[in-house]
């Protein structure tokens, strides 16, 4: 596999292109394309800002932004190395979200030039995709950028992955035929994907998390490594004391893996969780534990973030989706009910009767999935509703 893929590229020499909309051009369409007609696009734009997104691409352009510091579970390799990642994920905007996405892969890792770049360029696009930044200066990317622009800041990391994840966990819950009011759920990786999982199950209604990071388990109180987001985290974490991944797995209904590290997950540990356990090994390209070794150590439900294997829980059957929707209904902030929505709508996705261990969550190119996608999210909170 390793050998195609590095063939599969050489023979591609890149996987994407830009492309035109006009087939033909000819002496007439070319004065309308450019001179001397589309000086009178540019005077309607500057006399009508609102009209860039009727008169140009901007409203369907996604920006992929990287620095390279957090490629897969391959970690600070650089932009040169990110940038075939980053032109997947544009294959798949297009493919799945008919969007066409930019691979913007910076030669800095600087956090206030990463932020002034993306402002600086922020016109030609509708929506800002960060990709694969180390944490936790993403989150503070983050949450700059959505103070300073007009357009939405999504996070892939952070909303996809926890919307995939909640999506995941919601059928296998049913599997399994437990509530995720009453299961203690283990993430282990406090980054920007374990924060983000973290907030979105504490959203969901599960009552007894614990997020743990190289120092161990995340409570109120700590003081070693800790930094706001990981306080955060400690407002809904149920632990109160240190404990290490061995001590945190007893009795654990669900583990959930986005550490970055292979095989960190060994099969005792598995059998020192609850009976009918749920395993998610997410670390891309390996995972915290090989599939087969978790099953056989006793997990019911068993999933990882690669396309290698069954139960692929991966961002990738998010973000061309939600992305489409966001763009198209001009959302300007990605929230935990909008992630919450998407989730529950992504796992209802698949019928009842059909779900089994080894089929708890849609294939990517499930082609109900925008229409319900957009469809959940045209409809009002109970807040907007109050404020009409």
């Known amino acids: 596999m390793p050998r195609d893929a590095i063939l599969f590229h050489k023979k591609l020499q890149g996987k994407i292109f830009v492309g035109s909309k006009i087939d033909k051009i000819t002496d007439e369409n070319l004065q309308l394309i450019y001179t001397p007609g589309v000086a009178t696009v540019c005077k309607e734009i500057f006399n009508h800002p609102k009209s860039k997104y009727q008169l140009t691409s901007k409203g369907n352009n996604v920006a992929i932004v990287t620095d390279g510091t957090r490629i897969l579970g391959l970690g600070d390799i650089g932009p040169d190395a990110a940038l075939p990642v980053m032109e997947g994920k544009s294959v798949l905007y297009r493919k799945f979200g008919n969007i066409s996405a930019f691979p913007i892969c910076l030669d800095t890792k600087d956090k206030k030039q990463i932020v002034e770049t993306i402002k600086a360029i922020s016109p030609v696009f509708g929506a800002i995709n960060l990709e694969d930044i ?86 109120k109180g700590r003081k070693e490594s800790m930094n706001k987001y990981k306080e955060e985290i400690a407002e809904f974490t149920s632990r109160e004391e240190s404990g290490t991944i061995n001590e945190a797995i007893v009795g654990a209904d669900v583990f959930i893996g986005v550490s970055g590290m292979k095989n960190l997950l060994k099969a005792e540990m598995i059998k020192k969780m609850n009976k009918n356990s749920i395993v998610f090994a997410l670390t891309n390209p390996y995972p915290e534990i090989n599939p087969v070794l978790a099953k056989k150590a006793g997990a019911r439900i068993v999933a990882t973030g690669s396309f290698s294997y069954e139960n692929k829980v991966n961002n990738a059957l998010v973000f061309p989706y939600l992305m489409r929707a966001i763009l198209d209904l001009k959302i300007r902030k990605i929230t935990l009910d909008i992630l919450y929505k998407v989730a529950v709508v992504i796992a209802n996705t698949i019928p009842k009767n059909k779900l089994r261990e080894d089929n708890i969550i849609p294939e990517i190119s499930t082609k109900t999935l925008q229409k319900r996608i957009t469809s959940i999210l045209k409809k009002p909170t109970a807040k907007e509703k109050k404020s009409r």
């Open 134 to 219: 180390e944490s936790p200066k993403v989150l503070e990317i983050s949450q700059e950028l959505e103070e300073i622009l007009d357009i939405p800041v999504f996070h892939d990391d952070r909303h996809g992955t926890s919307v995939v994840v909640l999506a995941a966990l919601i059928n296998s819950l049913v599997i399994v035929n437990k509530k995720i009011s009453e299961v203690k759920i283990v993430i282990i990786g406090a980054g920007s994907a374990g924060y983000g999982i973290g907030k979105l199950l504490s959203f969901a209604g599960c009552k007894n998390i614990m997020v743990l990071d190289s120092k161990g388990a995340i409570y």
